[in-house]
């Protein structure tokens, strides 16, 4: 008789004896697979991936800064869990956001609702972080953001944001400070970009220099895309103790070349935003940048053992000095990784994961020093003042001064800042 006509005259006990050895076996098999963990009951699986979002300009005007975003990420999230944690990979989705807020809105889209990131980091340019603010709110991503518009951690501070670089005005609070008891000036002309950026640099410059008895007795605005900088240095008075600049990437390159074939430099100090000589630029300056003084939270030549460590890795990996956008995104990327393992890989729970990124901010050995978060969403950090000079045949920024631990309010109480008028294009005004 064929097998299957045999089988079919079995008995019923027989036949239900055989069914319960065979569901024995299943769950048995089963439970053997959930210890392993090839099956999850209730959760994400442990093979799924923890997903970073990352969204910056990758093409465009600004490409070079977010790649150097991009690389520096890249290492913090490498370096402090070799790619995983609590046995989930790490995965890094990045997107290009060209410069452009529509496309940056239809990419963050695809990341939260395609892709399901869990954290999103990145975003340089002001006007695309703005435009993000209410999506993110929205959705509750945990999100690090690198922009610096002022009042992203100000008077209303998004709660899902954390800014992991310095408010605009920042820094250079400290620089009014320098200039002023340090470097005794008394009056300085102002050049800068015309856009958010650099009016809250210069107006962070301005308050603090102008409370300490200094004044600036001119402003004189530039459009981002003027390569020609001769009309505005012909306005430049010629009785002023120096020339203050907010100028980044290309214009900053062009404008310390004019500055000196202007015959200004050997007349007027330059001083300004320690991004004007950041890596970024210097490698693209020659000895017209020597003496320019800036502010900054970070320097390739501070000798901490956590720099110290970050330099041999940046270096090794990029084969050239690192940028200050290359430290802050590695930061960004190694708080990402220690809050994920500080929450054993539960980074579904999105409050518990923002509140693990802000400790992790805190007790994260970090490039640039010590770091505290205030209520505000924005670090407390070092401010350092630095000169470029030349060292065996390089341009460096040499650390001349260190600001410990700068709020983004100075040393005003947060509550009587908030009083005063944001900084922008008239703000503070240039008095009489």
């Not at 320690?274 to 390739?300: C, H, K, N, Q, Y």
């Not at 693990?356 to 924005?378: C, Q, V």
Request: hydrophobic share 40%; net charge neutral.
């Amino acid at each position: 008789m064929p097998y299957y006509a045999e089988r079919s005259v079995r008995s019923q006990p027989e036949e239900a004896s055989v069914i319960h050895r065979a569901s024995g076996l299943a769950l048995t098999l089963v439970l053997v697979a959930v210890a392993a963990g090839l099956i999850v009951i209730g959760g994400a699986s442990a093979a799924e991936p923890i997903r970073v979002g990352f969204l910056a300009p990758m093409t465009g005007l600004f490409a070079q800064a977010g790649k150097d975003m991009l690389d520096g990420l890249k290492m913090g999230l490498e370096s402090q869990a070799g790619g995983q944690v609590a046995g989930r990979k790490i995965e890094l989705i990045e997107e290009d956001t060209e410069g452009n807020p529509a496309t940056a809105q239809a990419k963050y889209r695809k990341l939260v609702q395609q892709d399901k990131i869990h954290v999103l980091a990145g975003v340089l340019l002001a006007n695309i972080g703005y435009a993000l603010v209410p999506p993110i709110e929205r959705d509750e991503l945990p999100s690090l953001f690198l922009t610096t518009p002022d009042e992203l951690t100000k008077r209303k501070p998004p709660k899902w944001i954390l800014r992991s670089n310095f408010a605009a005005s920042q820094p250079m609070h400290a620089l009014g400070d320098y200039a002023a008891k340090i470097l005794k000036y008394k009056r300085v002309a102002a050049l800068a970009m015309d856009n958010p950026f650099g009016h809250e640099q210069l107006g962070g410059f301005q308050r603090v220099f102008e409370d300490a008895g200094g004044r600036v007795v001119q402003k004189t605005w530039v459009p981002l895309n003027a390569m020609d900088f001769a009309p505005y240095l012909g306005q430049v008075p010629r009785d002023v103790d120096a020339v203050v600049q907010v100028f980044v990437a290309g214009q900053a390159v062009r404008f310390a070349k004019q500055y000196a074939e202007s015959g200004l430099k050997d007349k007027l100090p330059l001083i300004g935003t320690g991004v004007f000589s950041d890596e970024s630029a210097l490698r693209s300056m020659g000895d017209e940048a020597i003496g320019t003084i800036g502010a900054l939270i970070w320097a390739p030549t501070l000798t901490t053992p956590a720099n110290q460590a970050f330099m041999k890795l940046a270096e090794a990996r990029l084969k050239r000095t690192p940028a200050y956008f290359h430290a802050v995104m590695y930061s960004t990327g190694r708080w990402i990784t220690t809050a994920a393992a500080a929450i054993e890989g539960k980074v579904e729970d999105r409050a518990r994961f923002l509140a693990a990124i802000r400790k992790a901010s805190e007790t994260t050995e970090d490039p640039r020093g010590p770091i505290k978060l205030d209520e505000y969403n924005n670090p407390t950090e070092n401010v350092y003042i630095l000169k470029v000079e030349k060292v065996n045949g390089r341009l460096q920024n040499t650390v001349i001064h260190t600001y410990p631990m700068v709020s983004q309010f100075w040393t005003y109480k947060p509550e009587e800042f908030l009083k005063t008028p944001p900084y922008d294009r008239n703000y503070p005004p240039v008095r009489p």
